[in-house]
C-alpha cells in the first residue's frame, strides 16, 4: 500500500493510468466520501466484498468516463445535458437505468480527470466496513482495509453529503 497526495496523483496521472489497467486498487477522494475502485476484475470483486463484508452477488456502482460513455454503454435514453444539469444540482449522483446493470456515477471531484484518462468505467463504492459510517477522512480509515490496497490517494476531509440516486427506470428520485 501507497499513500500519495491528491497533486502528485494528478502530476503522474499516466503511470497510474496503468496501475489501473494491471487491476491495482485505489481509495480516492470523491466530493462527498472516500471511495474505493478498479478496473473489473473477479478476484477484485471478491477481495473488496470480503473487505467489506459485503454479498459478492452484489452490483458495485461504476464511474463513466464521461457523459457520452454513458450514452454509448448503457441502457441510458437521456440526453447529456439532463444528466449534466442533474450532476450540478446534485453531488454524488447514481443513475439508474437497468435494475440487471451497475448504477452509473459521474462524480464532482478531480478524481474524475483520472477516470476520463483511464477511459473505461471504474468500479466503485464507499471504502467503509459494509454499514458501517462512510469514511471521510483518511484518518478513520479501517487498518484491515488500508493493508489490502495498492494506493491510497490523500485529498483532504471530504464533506460528506448523501448520494442522490436518478431512477430512469421507475422515473424517480430517491435522496438518501
Not at 461504476?62 to 444539469?85: D, G, T, Y
Request: glycine letters at 2%; a neutral charge.
Amino acid at each position: 500500500m501507497k499513500t500519495i497526495k491528491f497533486e502528485e496523483f494528478m502530476d503522474d496521472v499516466d503511470f497510474f493510468v496503468d496501475e489501473a489497467k494491471k487491476w491495482k486498487i485505489f481509495i480516492y477522494p470523491t466530493d462527498t466520501i472516500y471511495g474505493i475502485g478498479w478496473i473489473w476484475n473477479e478476484e477484485n470483486i471478491k477481495k473488496i466484498a470480503d473487505i467489506k463484508n459485503r454479498d459478492r452477488n452484489k452490483m458495485f456502482s461504476v464511474i463513466a468516463p464521461n457523459f457520452e460513455w454513458i450514452q454509448k454503454n448503457s441502457e441510458c435514453r437521456i440526453q447529456n445535458s439532463e444528466l449534466e444539469e442533474q450532476l450540478q444540482k446534485y453531488h454524488w449522483v447514481t443513475w439508474i437505468f437497468s435494475y440487471e446493470k451497475p448504477g452509473v456515477r459521474i462524480i464532482k471531484h478531480d478524481f474524475q480527470k483520472f477516470v476520463k484518462k483511464l477511459g473505461k468505467w471504474f468500479i466503485t463504492t464507499s471504502v467503509n466496513i459494509s454499514w458501517e459510517p462512510a469514511v471521510t477522512n483518511l484518518e478513520d480509515l479501517k487498518p484491515e482495509i488500508k493493508e489490502k490496497i495498492d494506493y491510497i490517494i490523500d485529498s483532504w476531509i471530504c464533506e460528506w453529503k448523501p448520494s442522490v440516486l436518478i431512477d430512469f427506470v421507475k422515473g424517480k428520485i430517491i435522496e438518501r
